[in-house]
Nanobody, 124 residues
């Protein structure tokens, strides 16, 4: 069983940066593939980025390529999403997710555990 707690969201101006963190508890974190998803009001949840247990990464949105970076620290049981040059369209609730299986996938149904989400609002 894995429990996930996100932090680091907030209200920022366009062009700013935020660093989201996901703290995981559970005996198997180092073997979990992890992902960040986001959901804006009235829209479906979408895959932002994922990272395998050995550090391989995948980004799901062209719009975040080069601006967002996902990383993990297995010793500290944390996954981080560094978000730079934020834009109003990045406004959403951001969720951390974990899956017991190896490999990164982009569909939310493939993840076994979810955090409660953290709000990111980008507005001038």
């Amino acid at each position: 069983q894995v429990q996930l707690v996100e932090s680091g969201g907030g209200l920022v101006q366009p062009g700013s940066s935020l660093r989201l963190s996901c703290a995981a508890s559970g005996p198997s974190f180092s073997r979990n593939s992890m992902g960040w998803f986001r959901q804006a009001p009235g829209k479906e949840r979408e895959f932002v980025a994922g990272i395998s247990w050995i550090g391989g990464t995948m980004y799901g949105l062209d719009s975040v390529q080069g601006r967002f970076a996902i990383s993990r620290d297995n010793a500290k049981n944390t996954v981080t999403l560094q978000m730079n040059n934020l834009k109003p369209e990045d406004t959403a609730v951001y969720y951390c997710a974990a899956r017991d299986s190896e490999g990164i996938i982009t569909i939310s149904a493939g993840y076994d555990y979810w955090g409660q989400g953290t709000q990111v609002t980008v507005s001038s």
